[in-house]
């Protein structure tokens, strides 16, 4: 079993959609959570922590569920600029050194 | 925009060539990072460096040598590679403290191809 696992996608969805992904994560004793989005053949950039209580951060809010160990990402209205991989980030804890990466969910906003 | 820097943004090289990649942070990190990325797969850790010394080496071969002068400076010398180095060589940074909410920031990557 992979240590975070991802909605394998493609996601195709028109502009003004909401969209949601899901992701799980093997280790119980993971400490803290991150979405990150990579654009083609540009490097990962940090979207947001997720955060206990679940956050919000405009149109993107994520969750964290610690007893199924599954953590989401919604993005209501979607623009054309939100195409893009999504990565699920997982921490072991401590330092960020042990950060764990899922293979990422491929969104394209359709005009 | 990015506040860590590499240098080149693409290189192509042969086999027998030496080359080093470069990457620069300016966020006062102390925990910088080398990955590799194949197309459509997630970032795969190389190394890690914490406060200029080595802490992580995640098994890559010896063609890949990694240097770290300062806390500000990580390099990547590439010798002898193959062509199935080929990928884009990801360079991160982090604070390095035990704060749960840490996470690493990325350059901008450099594109190898190996011929």
């Known amino acids: 079993r992979k240590e975070v696992e991802q909605d394998p996608g493609p996601f195709n969805v028109p502009e003004g959609a909401t969209v949601a992904f899901n992701c799980t994560y093997s280790n119980s004793a993971s400490q803290s959570f991150f979405w990150y989005r990579q654009d083609c053949r540009k490097e990962p950039k940090l979207l947001m922590s997720?955060?206990?209580s679940g956050n919000e951060d405009g149109r993107f809010t994520a969750q964290l569920n610690r007893a199924s160990q599954y953590i989401s990402l919604l993005i209501r209205d979607s623009k054309l600029s939100d195409s893009a991989t999504y990565l699920c980030v997982v921490n072991l804890g401590g330092s960020a050194r042990q950060l764990t990466f899922g293979s990422g969910t491929q969104l394209t906003v359709l005009p | 925009d990015t506040e860590v820097t590499q240098t080149p943004k693409h290189l192509v090289m042969g086999m027998t060539n030496k080359k080093s990649l470069k990457c620069e942070q300016h966020m006062g990190h102390r925990a910088m990072y080398w990955y590799k990325q194949k197309a459509k797969k997630p970032p795969e850790l190389m190394f890690v460096?914490?406060?200029?010394?080595?802490?992580i080496n995640e098994s890559v071969p010896s063609r890949f040598s990694p240097e770290c002068p300062n806390s500000s400076l990580l390099n990547l010398h590439l010798h002898a590679l193959q062509p199935e180095d080929s990928a884009l060589y990801l360079c991160?940074?982090?604070?390095?403290?035990?704060?749960?909410?840490?996470?690493?920031?990325f350059g901008p990557g450099t594109r190898l191809l190996v011929l």
């Open positions: 991160a940074s982090s604070q390095d403290y035990s704060g749960l909410q840490e996470t690493q920031y």
């Open positions: 460096y914490s406060y200029e010394k080595l802490s």
């Open positions: 997720v955060y206990s």
